[in-house]
């Protein structure tokens, strides 16, 4: 688990576990070893998290990858797609990083 901040600067790493660990589990070894969420801030996360007043996963079941939106041939149709739209986005630079 990492997590970075919007200049793309890792601030937090939490390595050692298998892949095959789900992300809730190391999410709440993160937390109970020392990982704080800023107080008024709030992460954004995938899917395999569930959605907290700290960390905002995008809609299940609603369009979410880059490429469903892709070239404008379909734009968001409602506020979920919208929310997992800008989601996405966001999110994509942290996979880049």
């Known amino acids: 688990m990492v997590v970075c901040d919007f200049d793309l600067n890792f601030t937090f790493i939490s390595c050692g576990?298998?892949?095959?660990?789900?992300?809730?589990?190391?999410?709440?070894s993160a937390l109970k070893n020392g990982f704080q969420v800023p107080p008024d801030k709030?992460?954004?996360v995938d899917g395999g998290y569930a959605?907290?007043?700290y960390?905002?996963?995008p809609y299940r079941g609603v369009r979410y990858h880059l490429k469903e939106f892709a070239h404008g041939r379909r734009r968001?149709?409602?506020?979920?797609e919208?929310?997992?739209h800008r989601h996405a986005v966001l999110r994509n630079?942290?996979?880049?990083?």
């Open 42 to 44: 709030f992460y954004l």
């Open 17 to 28: 576990w298998e892949g095959s660990e789900t992300d809730a589990r190391v999410l709440r």
């Open 76 to 80: 968001p149709q409602n506020h979920r």
């Open 51 to 53: 959605n907290t007043p």
């Open 82 to 84: 919208l929310f997992n």
């Open 55 to 57: 960390f905002l996963a």
């Open 93 to 97: 630079h942290i996979e880049r990083a």
